[in-house]
């Protein structure tokens, strides 16, 4: 079965900052990736996805990932953080048959950020 | 559109008691999923459904159950409350495999 780990649980950065949150993998084959943010209290919104082609994709808000089939990794990362990026970011996997007759996600832990003026 | 409409929004349970967490789309989505979000756990898939009249289980369905008898709705049961289900629960569609999902804004269940 696939799984999503997301090693850091809380990540503190200062207001303009470079980000990095990591995402690693497990799936016998390629799934599609995504970026989930869920800000307090709120549902989550994607942020990003890759399912094939260029391995750095962009995403809204600023926001960009890159995928490293080597490393079965798919980290997030944003040049400058601005506070209202304060929220929980969770990386998902999605698999399923060709047919896509059994599709489905799977979600990280996700990791906190805490944004500091 | 509406989009993805759960109902209620709060609820509080007694231990034994049953109940029905509702979940209506209108974007005609033949994939909807119920998730558990706990804190530091991340979202838990519940159940899911590829289209009407079919459905399977996710990573934790005990004490669930879900049907799906029409494309829009997707409610989810708990029959037999337990204060193992205390969680926020998040039903979710996507139209395919490629597109993102879309999150109804939550049911807060409490089970005393």
């Known amino acids: 079965a696939q799984s999503v780990t997301q090693p850091d649980i809380h990540i503190t950065v200062s207001e303009g900052a470079s980000l990095e949150l990591r995402c690693n993998y497990s799936?016998?084959?390629?799934?599609?990736l995504f970026w989930y943010v869920q800000s307090p209290g709120q549902g989550l919104q994607l942020l990003l996805k890759?399912?094939?082609?260029?391995?750095l994709v962009q995403g809204i808000k600023g926001f960009e990932a890159e995928f490293k089939r080597s490393q079965s990794s798919f980290n997030l990362r944003k040049p400058s953080v601005h506070w209202s990026d304060a929220a929980e970011y969770f990386c998902a996997v999605g698999v399923g048959n060709s047919g896509g007759s059994n599709y489905k996600l799977t979600f990280g832990k996700g990791t906190l950020l805490t944004v500091n003026p | 559109n509406a989009g993805v409409t759960q109902t209620p929004k709060f609820r509080i349970l007694k231990i034994g008691q049953s109940m029905t967490l509702q979940c209506t789309q209108d974007?005609?989505?033949?994939?909807m999923y119920w998730y558990r979000q706990d804190p530091g756990m991340g979202l838990k898939l519940i159940y899911y459904?590829?289209?009407?009249?079919?459905?399977d289980k996710g990573e934790v369905p005990n004490g669930y159950n879900v049907s799906r008898s029409t494309t829009e709705d997707f409610p989810l049961r708990l029959e037999l409350a337990a204060p193992s289900q205390t969680s926020v629960y998040f039903c979710a569609s996507v139209r395919d495999m490629y597109s993102p999902l879309h999150f109804g804004n939550g049911t807060r269940l409490t089970v005393t």
């Open positions: 890759y399912f094939s082609g260029d391995t």
């Open positions: 459904s590829v289209g009407a009249g079919i459905t």
């Open positions: 799936y016998g084959a390629t799934p599609y």
């Open positions: 974007m005609n989505h033949n994939y």
